[in-house]
């Protein structure tokens, strides 16, 4: 059973406009999440996380929003940049448990066209 | 403050082989996870050890093992090796399992 979903293999988004990647958990008990960001032949890279107390988290060009009554977190990129394109993990964590491994989504391709 | 490593980044085996590969967390990490990626199949979670311990384990079969020494540094070994072993295999390291982990470049697996 997955307990965290990226419904959507792939994204195609133009150069300028928003990205948005989605992510759905079934656990609610996770109360830390991030996002990692991978291309091709190389490890992932974390880009952002947020905390369970909180809706939103901003870095950059990168905001994430929790919506924890719909188990249900995004990742908003603005404006897209070729440089974008890769595959975007989210990942959930049981944060107090201390050693429990995070729960990785299987990827979204995010394609930016320029 | 280094980031982690892994050696080697490639390999080709033939089937029936094993394989050994090694992972340096960054410093002060004691936890370390080592994940299998295929194409469509996203991070599939292999295991993960604490202070020497494995803690956690994925379900893959008993060909896959590992361990991790008293410097945090790891190994893992893939015995019998089967084509479908082709993969990229990632280490991440974290102050503990649940905390923002950090991935290594990966070994890119080829097996024969």
């Known amino acids: 059973d997955q307990q965290v979903k990226q419904n959507s293999p792939s994204l195609s988004v133009q150069e300028g406009r928003i990205s948005i990647l989605n992510c759905d958990y079934t656990?609610?008990?996770?109360?830390?999440f991030l996002w990692y960001k991978k291309y091709p032949a190389e490890g992932p890279t974390f880009l952002i996380s947020?905390?369970?107390?909180?809706d939103k988290n901003e870095d950059g060009r990168f905001t994430v929003f929790l919506n924890k009554s719909a188990k249900h977190l995004s990742l908003h990129i603005v404006p897209s940049q070729p440089g974008d394109s890769a595959v975007y993990f989210c990942?959930?964590?049981?944060?107090?448990?201390?050693?429990?491994?995070?729960?990785f989504g299987k990827g979204t391709r995010l394609s930016v066209i320029a | 403050k280094a980031g982690v490593t892994q050696t080697p980044r490639y390999l080709i085996k033939t089937r029936g082989q094993q394989v050994t590969l090694s992972c340096s967390p960054i410093?002060?990490?004691?936890?370390v996870s080592w994940y299998q990626q295929t194409p469509g199949q996203g991070l599939q979670f292999l295991f993960e050890?604490?202070?020497?311990?494995?803690?956690n384990k994925g379900n893959f079969p008993g060909r896959f093992s590992g361990r991790q020494f008293s410097n945090s540094r790891s190994e893992m070994n893939v015995s019998t090796l089967e084509l479908g072993d082709s993969a990229l295999y990632l280490c991440?390291?974290?102050?503990?399992?649940?905390?923002?982990?950090?991935f290594g470049p990966g070994t890119r697996l080829t097996v024969l």
């Open positions: 050890y604490f202070s020497e311990t494995q803690r």
């Open positions: 410093s002060g990490h004691r936890s």
């Open positions: 947020i905390s369970s107390i909180k």
């Open positions: 656990n609610s008990m996770f109360d830390y």
């Open positions: 990942a959930a964590s049981l944060s107090l448990s201390g050693n429990t491994p995070l729960v």
């Open positions: 991440a390291s974290s102050t503990e399992a649940a905390d923002t982990q950090y």
